[in-house]
């Protein structure tokens, strides 16, 4: 699957530090199914083959994901909840106004519940049942009670 440049730019910016998506992608980008899709599978464990001697990407610094109105669908969504491992100081993700249902929400409650940092999933605007959207919220509640215990 091909990866738009604005894409390829956002990803490049991450892995030299940058704490979220660019601007360009953020604001005017468009990624699509199928272009998010490619880059959460490039970040993650998507290959078929790791390439022998090298290390896989880890993205420590990145806080926040903005993946509104990007219009990602449940492919994307499961290729996203694959790559969270390789961004482990994210806390915040918002997903909001994409077309994401059942499936791909499901996967994406399963990775969050797995993350060690992710406080905030934003899910609004997307044809997703209310039981997953209650999970959700009961998830994020029992982090901020959990980190709010925690001195």
Sequence with gaps: LPVS??????????????????EELAGAGYLGNRGAQALFLAVGDGMEEPVPGEQPLVLQHVKRLDLAAQGLAN?????LAG????FPG?????????SISEGGAHKLLRAAARHPS???????G???PSWLRVRLAELMAKRKAAGAASP
């Design 5 to 22: 440049p604005p894409a390829s730019r956002a990803l490049r910016a991450l892995g030299l530090g940058g704490e979220r998506l660019t």
């Design 126 to 128: 997307n044809p997703v």
């Design 118 to 124: 992710l406080a905030q999933v934003k899910l609004e």
């Design 83 to 86: 790559a969270l491992p390789r």
């Design 90 to 98: 994210l806390t915040a993700l918002d997903v909001r106004w994409n």
């Design 75 to 79: 492919e994307a969504a499961a290729a």
